[in-house]
């Protein structure tokens, strides 16, 4: 028998609705916060194109709105994609094999529909987007090339380029290649811990990652991209013209954070990894704050440093 949730929201709805909003992850939000930050219409782009063109206050928290509704909108997409196409791979993984497709709980056509009813809400309130398609794509890559990180990193991460030209009506390309750069590589460091979840259920099945792939030598690979990370965020923030509150806490803070994360995650240990996984949504406050307090600083509504 599948496990019953209890908790909130889902032991709050009829059992018949259930399995839609666990398909969409609603009781899981990281992965939507993770999208709120540098995906959608990009939280962080969003902010940084405010601070330079000094944007209106007003204007700011309409597009902020937006920002986190086409996040939640497009994860939850991405997740009915993803266990459509997974449906098998996740009756052979223990973590995974309860989900609504693999247990049985609701039919492919089901979750099809499901998915096209959230395209359609998407499309009337967004656009269709390249980020649709390539969350389509991204879990098939699992069956043929041990990068499909490296595919989520371009995927989670585009939507920083169009919020900033979409902003200030501009394409600065060192800047963007800089925050577009550091942001895959951020991708690349929480999507290898949260593989290594199902290491052994994945080699079992065929599943490939960046985890299998560096076996011994994911912690290196961890730690080159953090740094990589905190230095192109250096950089972007040098590029757009920063104040020391950015550098402090968004650089600072992170790098903080990615020491402690380093620190305490065991890679062999999935709850510890999914632990990991869960702070990484954390992390994009540190950053959201600092670049925050600077476009208040700009905008007037706080004092200059």
Same mark, same amino acid.
């Given at each position: 028998?599948?496990? !019953?949730?209890?908790?909130?929201?889902?032991?709050?709805?009829?059992?018949?609705?259930?399995?839609?909003?666990?398909?969409?992850?609603?009781?899981?939000?990281?992965?939507?916060?993770?999208?709120? *930050?540098?995906?959608?219409?990009?939280?962080?782009?969003? !902010?940084?194109?405010?601070?330079?063109?000094?944007?209106?206050?007003?204007?700011?928290?309409?597009?902020?709105?937006?920002?986190?509704?086409?996040?939640?909108?497009?994860?939850? /997409?991405?997740?009915? %994609?993803?266990?459509?196409?997974?449906?098998?791979?996740?009756?052979?993984?223990?973590?995974?094999?309860?989900?609504?497709?693999?247990?049985?709980?609701? /039919? %492919?056509?089901?979750?099809?529909?499901?998915?096209?009813?959230?395209? !359609?809400?998407?499309?009337?309130?967004?656009?269709?987007?390249?980020?649709?398609?390539?969350?389509?794509?991204?879990?098939?890559?699992?069956?043929?090339?041990? *990068?499909? =990180?490296?595919?989520?990193?371009?995927?989670?991460?585009?939507?920083?380029?169009?919020?900033?030209?979409? !902003?200030?009506?501009?394409?600065?390309?060192?800047?963007?290649?800089?925050?577009?750069?550091?942001? *895959?590589?951020?991708?690349?460091?929480?999507?290898?811990?949260?593989?290594? =979840?199902?290491?052994?259920?994945?080699?079992?099945?065929? %599943?490939?990652?960046?985890?299998?792939?560096?076996?011994?030598?994911?912690?290196?690979?961890?730690?080159?991209?953090?740094?990589?990370?905190?230095?192109?965020?250096?950089?972007?923030?040098?590029?757009?013209?920063?104040?020391?509150?950015?550098?402090?806490?968004?650089?600072?803070?992170?790098? %903080?954070?990615?020491?402690? =994360?380093?620190?305490?995650?065991?890679?062999?240990?999935?709850? /510890?990894?999914?632990?990991?996984?869960?702070?990484?949504?954390?992390?994009?406050?540190?950053?959201?704050?600092?670049?925050?307090?600077?476009?208040?600083?700009?905008?007037?509504?706080?004092? =200059?440093?």
């Amino acid at each position: 028998m599948p496990l !019953t949730p209890s908790k909130f929201p889902l032991g709050s709805v009829p059992a018949s609705i259930r399995p839609y909003l666990e398909l969409i992850r609603l009781d899981k939000p990281t992965g939507t916060i993770l999208m709120f *930050w540098p995906f959608g219409n990009s939280t962080w782009g969003l !902010t940084m194109a405010a601070f330079s063109i000094r944007l209106p206050l007003k204007t700011y928290a309409i597009e902020l709105l937006k920002c986190f509704i086409g996040a939640f909108i497009l994860r939850s /997409s991405a997740c009915t %994609v993803n266990d459509i196409f997974d449906r098998h791979v996740d009756a052979g993984v223990e973590r995974t094999r309860n989900r609504p497709l693999p247990s049985g709980r609701i /039919s %492919v056509f089901e979750a099809t529909i499901f998915l096209f009813v959230q395209y !359609t809400i998407g499309i009337i309130f967004f656009y269709f987007s390249l980020e649709k398609i390539a969350f389509a794509i991204y879990p098939l890559l699992k069956r043929y090339t041990h *990068w499909p =990180q490296a595919w989520l990193g371009f995927a989670m991460n585009f939507g920083l380029i169009t919020a900033w030209t979409g !902003t200030t009506r501009s394409l600065d390309l060192p800047l963007l290649l800089s925050s577009v750069t550091a942001c *895959w590589c951020w991708t690349m460091l929480y999507d290898t811990v949260y593989a290594c =979840q199902d290491i052994q259920d994945d080699v079992k099945m065929g %599943v490939r990652s960046t985890a299998i792939l560096f076996g011994n030598w994911i912690r290196p690979l961890l730690i080159g991209c953090g740094l990589t990370f905190l230095a192109l965020l250096t950089i972007a923030g040098y590029l757009n013209q920063h104040g020391f509150v950015y550098f402090l806490f968004s650089v600072g803070g992170t790098g %903080v954070h990615l020491v402690w =994360q380093y620190l305490t995650v065991s890679l062999d240990t999935p709850k /510890s990894c999914w632990t990991n996984f869960n702070r990484n949504g954390q992390l994009g406050w540190i950053i959201w704050a600092g670049l925050m307090a600077d476009y208040l600083r700009s905008a007037g509504v706080i004092i =200059q440093w």
